[in-house]
């Protein structure tokens, strides 16, 4: 029996290591290029970029269509490096960090970006579209009936829902049979094989298109009166349930002068590139206008326009003092229950950490509900049970106080969870070591424990004053922002700056959604400066007490 070789030259293998003198050892990264896929990681990986091939030809279309090249070569080249990186088995470290990039762009630089560049424009009910978009609009809105106009059969038809689904007009030609689907993009003819038309010559079915019956349709009949379909001559709309019209559009757009013109009276509106809009010459301004460009004015708006600054400036201050009201109140509270709760001589405490999670545990748009109810003026709970007839909602302080103690029996459980924890990692030895030393309890907390207890919780601190300092749903469904004063019906007296942006882009008097994109950027800064310093503050105490 022979042995093996020991001498130096020998090659014996070491465990977790080549050869002996083969060189000195792969690295991680080496053996884990080397490693062979697995079918379920090989499975994984096809499905994976498979979607991706997937998104990118779906975004691709659009793209080409609109022919944004810059955007369809970035869409091509991010494709490209994806499967680049996950086809080989190189850049381990760039497959894990890539996904995390890309969804950060995606959920959280882009939308900051989208916001800023909206805040210096005009963008809004009315200045939606293009200047091209506008003219159109402006033209089919005016299209009226005149001597002579075409007739047709109409039937009122939907893609999907009857009830909500994009309304579809269908007529048929009385002089060639041939039977046309209209919306606001126009006129396409469809295939006669695909629809059926009764001897009157109305549609009553069409494949891809669900004809509504008279109740449906009457149901929709201002959706129906508003729809303009354009056309080569004019512009297609309803006269009635079962009849359309091409008619003469009254207002044209002239290139000469750059203006529209009202053909029965002769008025004309002049394009005024700076606004965004056409201009009569007593100021008179045409609904349809187009986005442009506004630089700065919409943030100087907000603090030299008088009817908006004040306001601004009240919300301002109040949606400080709920911020630090809901944020040190909660803490507080929270901190005082789990100081209570870990002291040695409790007993059941278990089963109060059950009952005080309980708020934390329910679903908070519901218990803001439940609130809103509970202070109501005439059967709320707390004035029945009080024996009081206060008016909470009906008053700028009273809605102001109800709305902070709702966010305090809100916010409390989860301070006091977290204050719990950090209590219990707080070393017993130190607050024993002040009781040798003299120390009242008191003096140990101030001087020991609670500059321990912010050190851990300070930035759950700082995140939980940028959320209250937007807490959409903790002021629209408990007071809608009430009460509001008399003469402005957009500011209430519990109004966020986030409400009352809310308010501005989406509320009755048409929605202002650069105007509100220019408030939220001053609700970044705001939020941005408050977090940096108080982190940069929470630095220091670290190393104090490190």
């Keep these: 029996m022979s042995t093996p070789p020991s001498g130096p030259g020998s090659a014996t293998q070491a465990p977790g290591r080549g050869p002996v003198g083969s060189g000195p050892p792969r690295s991680r990264t080496a053996r884990q290029q080397d490693a062979p896929i697995t079918a379920t990681g090989l499975a994984a990986k096809v499905v994976l970029l498979g979607l991706t091939a997937g998104i990118a030809l779906?975004?691709?279309?659009?793209l080409v269509d609109g022919r944004k090249w810059a955007g369809l070569a970035l869409l091509a080249a991010t494709t490209a490096g994806l499967f680049y990186l996950y086809l080989t088995r190189r850049h381990i470290p760039a497959k894990y960090l890539v996904p995390g990039t890309l969804f950060l762009i995606a959920f959280q630089i882009f939308p900051v970006l989208y916001t800023a560049t909206t805040s210096f424009t005009n963008f809004g009910d009315g200045h939606r579209g293009t200047k091209d978009d506008a003219i159109v609009a402006i033209q089919t809105s005016s299209v009226t009936q005149v001597p002579g106009s075409a007739e047709y059969a109409?039937?009122?038809?939907?893609?999907?829902?009857?009830?909500?689904?994009?309304?579809?007009?269908?007529?048929?030609?009385?002089?060639?049979?041939?039977?046309?689907?209209?919306?606001?993009?126009?006129?396409?003819?469809?295939?006669?094989?695909?629809?059926?038309?009764?001897?009157?010559?109305?549609?009553?079915?069409?494949?891809?298109?669900?004809?509504?019956?008279?109740?449906?349709?009457?149901?929709?009949?201002?959706?129906?009166?508003?729809?303009?379909?354009?056309?080569?001559?004019?512009?297609?709309?309803?006269?009635?349930?079962?009849?359309?019209?091409?008619?003469?559009?009254?207002?044209?757009?002239?290139?000469?002068?750059?203006?529209?013109?009202?053909?029965?009276?002769?008025?004309?509106?002049?394009?005024?590139?700076?606004?965004?809009?056409?201009?009569?010459?007593?100021?008179?301004r045409l609904a349809q206008g187009w986005r442009v460009n506004v630089g700065l004015s919409n943030f100087t708006r907000v603090?030299?326009?008088?009817?908006?600054?004040?306001?601004?400036?009240?919300?301002?201050?109040?949606?400080?003092?709920?911020?630090?009201?809901?944020?040190?109140?909660?803490?507080?509270?929270?901190?005082?229950?789990?100081?209570?709760l870990h002291s040695p001589r409790m007993r059941g405490t278990n089963l109060y950490r059950v009952l005080l999670i309980l708020p934390y545990a329910m679903p908070s748009f519901a218990m803001l509900l439940v609130w809103r109810d509970m202070f109501n003026t005439d059967f709320g709970l707390i004035n029945n049970l009080f024996g009081v007839g206060v008016d909470w909602f009906g008053q700028d302080w009273t809605a102001r106080f109800a709305v902070i103690l709702v966010q305090l029996w809100l916010g409390y459980p989860y301070m006091f969870l977290v204050a719990t924890g950090a209590l219990q990692a707080i070393p017993q030895e130190l607050t024993e070591a002040t009781s040798v030393d003299g120390a009242s309890p008191w003096q140990s907390f101030r001087a020991v424990t609670l500059p321990l207890l912010l050190v851990a919780?300070?930035?759950?601190?700082?995140?939980?004053?940028?959320?209250?300092?937007?807490?959409?749903?903790?002021?629209?469904?408990?007071?809608?922002?009430?009460?509001?004063?008399?003469?402005?019906?957009?500011?209430?007296?519990?109004?966020?700056?986030?409400?009352?942006?809310?308010?501005?882009?989406?509320?009755?008097?048409?929605?202002?959604?650069?105007?509100?994109?220019?408030?939220?950027?001053?609700?970044?800064?705001i939020v941005a400066v408050v977090s940096a310093v108080s982190f940069r503050r929470t630095r220091k105490q670290e190393e104090v007490y490190s």
């Design 303 to 340: 603090l030299t326009d008088r009817n908006i600054s004040g306001p601004f400036l009240g919300t301002l201050v109040w949606n400080f003092a709920f911020a630090i009201g809901s944020t040190g109140g909660t803490f507080l509270l929270g901190m005082l229950v789990a100081l209570a």
């Design 457 to 525: 919780l300070s930035p759950l601190l700082i995140s939980s004053f940028a959320y209250n300092f937007n807490n959409f749903n903790a002021i629209y469904l408990t007071t809608e922002g009430a009460p509001f004063p008399a003469d402005n019906p957009t500011n209430g007296a519990t109004d966020l700056l986030i409400t009352y942006t809310y308010r501005l882009a989406f509320g009755g008097q048409g929605a202002q959604f650069g105007f509100a994109a220019s408030i939220s950027l001053f609700i970044f800064a």
């Design 154 to 284: 109409l039937s009122i038809a939907t893609k999907g829902d009857p009830a909500s689904g994009p309304l579809v007009f269908l007529v048929s030609d009385p002089t060639t049979g041939t039977v046309s689907a209209g919306d606001a993009n126009g006129l396409r003819q469809l295939d006669a094989a695909d629809v059926t038309v009764a001897p009157g010559g109305k549609v009553t079915a069409a494949d891809g298109y669900t004809v509504l019956n008279f109740g449906q349709a009457s149901a929709r009949s201002k959706e129906i009166t508003d729809l303009v379909v354009p056309t080569a001559g004019g512009a297609l709309r309803s006269s009635g349930l079962s009849r359309a019209y091409e008619g003469k559009a009254v207002r044209a757009y002239e290139a000469g002068c750059d203006c529209v013109r009202d053909t029965e009276t002769g008025k004309t509106w002049t394009a005024d590139g700076d606004a965004g809009a056409f201009v009569a010459a007593d100021g008179e």
């Design 58 to 62: 779906w975004a691709a279309f659009p």
